[in-house]
């Protein structure tokens, strides 16, 4: 069987699955221009930071496919793309890496045809850098290991097969694991949604819990490992991941449960030298008050909703990458992965 | 004006507004058995460990107003309403006080004037021990306070002015509070529902956030003190209250921030030596997949869903009772308030 694949490339156009309106309804949308794309992105539609990265290059070729493909307005698409969400680091090194590409390319119709190349060999890597990035992970973890997670980090949010969720796979299949422990992720709930809706194709023996139960559950003694994926790491270690990530690690180093982050080194912000440096997404207040069509609080209330949190590399244990693990100091041991600048 | 009261007695009855329904439908529900009580309070109808202890009193009166008065008949009761939910010591301790108080008397027609008396003292001391313990919580935040609450602590969880809320609104009314966040503490979402419907009303700069935003807002200095509720306390200290609760406790302790529990001292259970001993609740998987009747979750998707956490002492600043304030060790401060046995 073809593996799922969320994000699509057929050219002129790009298809991918609504991520808003899973589980309950797979509805395909098609995107022909880089406001469509942006669209998508904002809503949420399409996410996770790796596929933001397959997104931004995939963008670039439909940049080129409804513009005049010059250098202008490539440089202007990519900067726009770039910028549609502020955190996660893939999306707008993603369209730059595209933009480079194209930009050694002279002839307009040779251009167009290296952008879909190039967002074609970027799907591939990123399917190929997850199962190295999992195998790695899941030699990390002791025999019938219970294991954490947060948010979604699986195909819907790489394209591959997951980061996070790849070490999860990759464990189950080697017998290393014997239960998937899922957080529902307020307040969008990727966890409850997407990681759900992977786990239950996965077959593999698994508990959803509310974000708040993580705490007692890792008190407890039941969780081995705490895995995230992460949206952009600093040159220290320092880890923006989805809001609850820090609060996870806190807890698992006050039991000496290791936490890891699993992502790829495109996920590697080297010219942010630490956590502090990295923009964290404020969104809409209405998404605390209630889910989709459903209000529970009164009308009128604030709210505070980052999407995102950083955790210090302190509470890191590794950080898994596909180019190898990576242990503090960070500063030392990221450069130091194979294929690093 | 007549100060709310969510649990009210009317003779032969009591009339409960239902929690459920908040803030969206104002409604309230007429209980005449015991059994109807105990519906109530699994469904959380009426929650919130001390009016957990009126509704146990007033479940007494409603007992001896069906039943036969008997001593067998009113032990029988009491020992119904306290397993009704296991982790609230006051629910058992409200019912047991006022089968003592019964007991006392012999003559059946004055032993139900007993039971109905017993229920309004034990309203009217829920006020008065409200207020003092608000006004002794108050005291200890610095000027321009921002404080951080969980789960709802307010008139809907005690009948009085508020255990947590009630230090808050003290603390509003005296100038010492700048803001109060709110965790809108998932699954049943008690702070989105109840304590923003409080809050709205109170008038204070105020903000809800998802339960995984309470580490950055803690990490990034926003939050000058951590104040929940409890469900039981036991002598060393260690306390069981809503889930999440150990998770921000534990995130305070690495920012310095103050953690502390108020808590009326009906709450604090001598018999319960360590956290450890204390039952925890555990609660239909399906409250994690969904609320009310939306569901977000794939079907058959298993949960892990505890109502309650502990916290251990150690991270407890102080607990913040009627009769003082006690620091640690607890094992001897908590026996030395005014008052204790």
Request: aromatic share 6%.
């Amino acid at each position: 069987v073809e593996p799922f694949a969320p994000l699509v490339l057929q050219r002129p156009v790009i298809r991918l699955i609504d991520q808003t309106l899973l589980p309950h309804e797979e509805r395909w949308r098609t995107i022909s221009t880089v406001g469509e794309l942006q669209e998508a992105i904002r809503a949420l539609r399409v996410r996770g930071a790796p596929l933001l990265g397959i997104a931004g290059a995939a963008g670039m070729a439909l940049a080129a496919e409804t513009g005049d493909g010059g250098n202008a307005s490539l440089a202007r698409a990519a900067a726009a793309i770039g910028s549609t969400r502020p955190t996660a680091v893939e999306l707008a090194s993603g369209a730059a890496a595209a933009l480079e590409a194209a930009l050694e390319v002279a002839d307009s119709a040779a251009r167009l045809d290296c952008l879909w190349a190039f967002a074609s060999r970027y799907i591939a890597r990123r399917i190929e850098e997850d199962l190295r990035l999992a195998r790695l992970g899941a030699e990390l973890l002791p025999p019938g290991a219970a294991v954490l997670t947060h948010c979604n980090t699986g195909v819907l949010a790489t394209g591959g097969i997951g980061t996070a969720l790849g070490v999860i796979r990759v464990a189950w299949e080697s017998g290393r694991l014997s239960h998937w422990y899922a957080t529902e992720t307020r307040p969008l709930l990727q966890g409850a949604r997407l990681t759900a809706w992977e786990l239950r194709q996965a077959g593999i023996p698994s508990s959803l819990l509310p974000d708040t139960a993580a705490a007692s559950l890792i008190a407890a003694g039941n969780v081995h490992a705490v895995i995230t994926g992460a949206d952009r790491i600093a040159a220290n270690g320092d880890t923006a991941n989805k809001v609850g990530t820090y609060g996870l690690a806190a807890v698992a180093a006050r039991h000496g449960v290791p936490f890891y982050i699993a992502a790829p080194t495109s996920t590697i912000d080297f010219a942010c030298f630490v956590g502090a440096s990295i923009p964290i997404e404020m969104r809409d207040p209405a998404e605390v008050g209630g889910f989709a069509e459903v209000r529970w609080s009164p009308a009128g209330v604030g709210a505070y909703n980052p999407a995102f949190d950083v955790t210090p590399a302190g509470l890191i244990a590794a950080i898994i990458t596909e180019a190898g693990v990576a242990a503090a100091p960070y500063s030392v041991s990221l450069p130091g992965l194979r294929g690093m600048p």
